[in-house]
Each structure stands twice: as C-alpha cells, then as structure tokens.
C-alpha cells in the first residue's frame, strides 16, 4: 500500500510558476514510477508527465514539454512538479500516481493522491 499527498497548488496568474510536491508514504517509494496527471473541469483526466523509479528516465505531454519539469528525491519519498509559464489551459485539479509498471496510461497507476488543484489567471 503507498499514500500519495500532493501540495503546492493554488492560484497563479499566467506566465507564473508553482511548483506541486507529492508525499508517498507506506511501501518502498522507490520501487514504483511516479507520474502526475491533471484533470480540468469537463474534461478525462490526462498524463502530464512520468518519471522511472531511479529517475533517470522521464516522459512529458507535448504539450507541457519546455515548460514543465518532474523530479523526485528518493531520500524524501517525494516526487515534485515544477511548472513553469503557465498559461490558463493549465487549470485543473494534479493528482500524482504510483505505478509498478510506470507508462503513461491511468490503467497502469494503482495509487493515486486526492488531488492539489492549480488555477491559472490570464
């Protein structure tokens, strides 16, 4: 069993950066990929970037690509989301995920936290 909790969201206005961390407790953090997903009012929930256990491997939406970077310190069993330039699309609630298998596809996640929401004013 792994506990995901995400913080760092709020209210930005575009152009600006937030940077959302994602707290995993339980079993060994470092067995699992991690990814963040985001989902925006009315629409799926979408992949928004993974990254491989030991963190040397990492895999972006296009259209976060340039602007968003995912990280993870093993030591603190916390991955992070720096998200820079925002723009207003970027609203939606971030949830984190924990996969054995890693990927891009929800399917693939078995924990997921509760979500942290960002807001992007133009």
């Known amino acids: 069993q792994v506990q995901l909790v995400e913080s760092g969201g709020g209210l930005v206005q575009a152009g600006g950066s937030l940077r959302l961390s994602c707290a995993a407790s339980?079993?060994?953090?470092?067995?699992?990929?991690m990814a963040w997903f985001r989902q925006a009012p009315g629409k799926e929930r979408e992949f928004v970037t993974g990254?491989?256990?030991?963190?040397?491997?990492?895999d972006y939406a296009n259209s976060v690509k340039g602007r968003f970077t995912i990280s993870r310190d093993n030591a603190k069993n916390t991955v992070y989301l720096q998200m820079n330039s925002l723009k207003p699309e970027d609203t939606a609630v971030y949830y984190c995920?924990?996969?054995?298998?890693?990927?891009?596809?929800?399917?693939?996640?078995?924990?997921w936290g509760q979500g942290t929401q960002v807001t992007v004013s133009s």
């Open positions: 995920a924990a996969s054995l298998l890693g990927g891009s596809r929800e399917k693939e996640y078995r924990y």
């Open positions: 339980g079993r060994s953090f470092s067995d699992y990929g």
């Open positions: 990254i491989n256990w030991r963190g040397s491997s990492t």
